[in-house]
């Protein structure tokens, strides 16, 4: 008879859930998955936003959108807003989806930056679907009625993080995944390989496995705590090092972005859910000590606090492996990002989709770990860049701002800053995370104004541009028109069940 193996998912929260859900799904006969967690270890569970690419897994995992929303209190979300990022006074949307259409083989930027200084100018967000409806508080899902220039709308969500835990605890549990109680006291390590060969429990049971996943939070239990893989501290380019986390009362409309406020000594998050308001103030404390930045946090919330300011503290950074001897870290044990592009979950998404690529038979080949490791500083560096161009390219006074501003940025991002002051152009690399209209919204939305554009830009006469562009933001707007509100739409498919 074949043999099971196990693998062992040490701890709870989003990220350890999502594993266990996950791998319930694909991994049937020979395989055995159990998870351990303590109720004495809380969860940061702040990770409350997420980009489009979270309906992939929903898919995979044949989860219904309109019960998940309802039972994790949530809303869709059309992108995220920067306000006061370029200078104190400015305010641009990253928002999902495409911006404009492309004319040949010229991409559409282009034509906007030609423009500029014409009667023809628009912001650049009036060419996006999921712009404009998210600053007119709008959601349609699906395919448009009629004709509709741009398609549909990209969305992803707002949740309320603990109870997605708990949503996917369950689909996890009823598809045979093992749930232990308990807090972990020790580690064995194998004398000859190294390799982790179990885990130990206050109540002095022993907890087993083949492979081990390390979701144990900032602490690294098992990758670092354990195996000493080492920490790549990125503070340097990312200083924000502290956040102050709390709830406030729902306020209306109930608007399908979420907003990150820039600050005197870091940023300001707001994530809209149907029955409160996600609320945080990371900062950094060679700027900015943990009371004032608590005392910013509560002056600037829309409405009453319902819980009490908690402070978390971090270093942004990676693991060096992010899979070691027989342990692949996920979440905040793997490294920690902040929460500006709402990249967190995601990040422990794609790390399950490779290491189902990469789970090993019998064996554990130094090659897959290889393979995986390599892909995996990839995304998260690609990740890392596009954070620190929100710091970098800004035109605030504060002496936080300024040292950003000032700061020697990775080669990588310097590239792609050049490329595009010159004439405009965006280069993505292999399979990186954010598209060409993401570095866009944002380089230009801070302020970054291109010496010129591309030569086939400038085919078309002014009268045809002008009419172009008229025709493009017209058509967007009528579309926006024709949707129901954020609110409607929510109370009619997917309520929260709790309220």
């Known amino acids: 008879m074949e043999q099971s193996r196990t693998i062992t998912i040490v701890g709870g929260g989003t990220a350890g859930w999502m594993t266990a859900a996950t791998l319930s799904r694909y991994l049937g006969r020979g395989w055995r998955i159990v998870l351990v967690e303590s109720e004495e270890i809380g969860t940061v569970g702040v990770g409350e936003a997420t980009i489009p690419q979270l309906q992939i897994l929903h898919r995979a995992l044949g989860i219904d959108e309109d019960q998940f929303?309802?039972?994790?209190?949530?809303?869709?979300?059309?992108?995220?807003e920067f306000?006061?990022?370029?200078?104190?006074?400015?305010?641009?949307?990253?928002?999902?989806?495409?911006?404009?259409?492309?004319?040949?083989?010229?991409?559409?930027?282009?034509?906007?930056l030609r423009s500029r200084g014409k009667a023809a100018f628009r912001a650049l967000d009036a060419y996006s679907l999921n712009a404009v409806a998210a600053y007119a508080g709008r959601f349609q899902r699906g395919a448009p009625q009629g004709r509709a220039?741009?398609?549909?709308?990209?969305?992803?969500?707002?949740?309320?993080?603990?109870?997605?835990?708990?949503?996917?605890?369950?689909?996890?549990?009823?598809?045979?995944?093992?749930r232990i109680e308990g807090r972990i006291v020790d580690v064995a390590l194998d004398g000859e390989s190294g390799n982790v060969t179990g885990v130990t429990l206050a109540g002095g049971e022993r907890i087993g496995g083949d492979l081990f996943v390390d979701c144990s939070g900032f602490r690294g239990l098992l990758i670092e705590q354990a195996l000493g893989t080492g920490y790549e501290d990125w503070t340097r380019w990312l200083p924000c090092d502290g956040a102050i986390a709390v709830q406030c009362a729902r306020t209306d409309p109930l608007l399908p972005f979420t907003r990150s406020t820039a600050r005197e000594a870091g940023w300001q998050w707001r994530i809209p859910l149907q029955t409160r308001t996600g609320n945080g103030h990371v900062f950094c404390s060679r700027f900015m000590e943990a009371d004032k930045a608590q005392d910013v946090l509560l002056?600037?919330?829309?409405?009453?606090?319902?819980?009490?300011?908690?402070?978390?503290?971090?270093t942004t950074g990676r693991r060096k492996r992010f899979w070691h001897r027989n342990v692949v870290a996920l979440g905040l044990a793997a490294g920690f990002m902040e929460p500006l592009e709402s990249t967190s979950i995601h990040l422990v998404q794609s790390g399950i989709e490779r290491l189902l690529r990469f789970l090993p038979g019998s064996d554990l080949r130094d090659a897959d770990v290889d393979a995986f490791n390599a892909q995996t500083v990839f995304e998260y560096e690609a990740v890392r860049d596009f954070l620190i161009l929100h710091y970098k390219v800004n035109r605030r006074a504060e002496p936080f701002w300024r040292a950003c501003a000032e700061m020697q940025v990775p080669d990588s991002l310097a590239a792609k800053i050049d490329l595009f002051e010159a004439n405009g152009r965006i280069t993505r690399f292999n399979e990186e995370l954010f598209a060409e209209v993401g570095w866009l919204q944002v380089m230009a939305g801070q302020g970054l104004k291109p010496a010129g554009h591309h030569p086939l830009a400038d085919q078309p006469t002014d009268a045809e541009l002008?009419?172009?562009?008229?025709?493009?933001?017209?058509?967007?707007?009528?579309?926006?028109?024709?949707?129901p509100t954020h609110l409607d739409f929510i109370a009619r498919h997917s309520p929260a069940a709790l309220a």
């Open 69 to 80: 929303l309802s039972r994790c209190n949530g809303t869709y979300k059309l992108g995220i």
């Open 83 to 112: 306000a006061g990022w370029g200078d104190a006074d400015s305010r641009y949307i990253h928002a999902f989806g495409e911006i404009g259409r492309p004319l040949g083989l010229v991409p559409f930027h282009h034509y906007w």
């Open 149 to 178: 220039p741009l398609g549909g709308l990209g969305h992803a969500y707002h949740f309320d993080a603990s109870l997605y835990a708990r949503f996917l605890r369950e689909y996890a549990e009823a598809r045979g995944v093992m």
């Open 299 to 314: 002056a600037n919330l829309d409405g009453a606090p319902v819980t009490e300011p908690r402070l978390l503290r971090f």
């Open 466 to 483: 002008a009419e172009f562009l008229s025709l493009l933001a017209n058509g967007v707007a009528q579309q926006v028109g024709a949707m």
